[in-house]
């Protein structure tokens, strides 16, 4: 197959968006090196599109100098670069996108919707599971009808309603229900703790999961991707935190450590991989995703669903950056094979506007 168009897109409107900046142009450099033509696509955090060539540069982003950059619009199955005064300048068709945005409604499924409406294949999750996995409550909703194991919580949409959390027993562990990397999480041991960790959490966010912490806690990771009709797992890491919860440093200040594959009993291992499989079947995903569980007293707990994970989890994947090009290339092809079935597909003119009487829609008049 001939070289593609792939646009990677990363930033977005999200707390998490220079942790996407990481990962967009990883991946962006990962296909370059591959030769595949790269046009990154990044969306500041007021919400402004820019793309070029360059953006696939991290330095542009310490610098701080992506404004330099030509605005942008993606429509009609590509990106339009805009001039100085907003008119549309150059065309560029885009045969498959890679989200790299992390947070948000770049993660929580509006890249999915805009790519869909200009019909630009996605290699990555869809719209349905990228919104639902993005709120954690959801998650909750969706794990308990997949008859998944979580561990006992509380959806919280007010700081004054501690009555439902308090019955879970402390300790336990607040986070906003719409944020990722670990932002906004803290442990509460009791009243005191709890009511300035919603405090802090509702900052965030408008709605707060407030889980009870499961005591003896290992935190083992699991990445999975579809190809070739399959479901492709990692092997199983686990986190190393310095205290009581996986932090925001621990993830990317080098805080934390891991263990690569996890030090687990070989039945275990095969429990989490074959758990990862089965949820990213049944929802019947694309694209690479992670699994974060947590084992608690010799229970297996499936803690979050990430689909646009950290780096897109190419140290689970991969031994390096240039291994996981085939990775890449594998979720990029399946994302082509599967726009042209939905291609196949029949859509109707029922013709029902034709039997309609010219008035039938008129406005009424004064």
Known sequence: MGKRNIAVIFGGKSNENEISVITGTMAANVLKSGGDTVIPVYISREGTVYTGD?????NIFKNRKWAS??????????????NKRGKLKKFRKVDVALNCCH????????VCGWLELNGIPLAGAGMFESAAFMDKYYTKLILRSLGVRKAPYAYLKSADDTEEAEKLGYPLIVKPAKLGSSIGIARADDRESLTNALQAAFCYDDGVIVEKYLTGRREINCAAYFSDGKVITSECEEVFTRGDILSYDDKYAGGGKSVMPAVLHKRTAERIKTLTAKVYSRLNMRGIVRFDY????????????????????????????KDFYPVLQAVIIQAEED?????NKLILDTGILDNLPSNACKRGTK
Do not use: C, H, Q, W
């Not at 360059?54 to 991290?58: S, V």
């Not at 950059?69 to 805009?82: C, D, E, H, Q, T």
């Not at 608690?296 to 031994?319: A, C, D, F, R």
């Open 54 to 58: 360059n953006l696939a540069d991290i």
């Open 69 to 82: 950059f030509p605005r942008a619009v993606i429509a009609m199955g590509g990106i339009y670069s805009l």
């Open 103 to 110: 947070g948000g409604a770049g993660e929580g499924g509006g």
């Open 294 to 321: 947590i084992i608690s007293e010799g229970k297996l707990y499936l803690s979050e669903v990430n689909t646009v994970p950290g780096s897109l989890s190419y140290y689970l994947l991969s031994n390096g950056f």
């Open 339 to 343: 726009k042209k079935r939905r291609d």
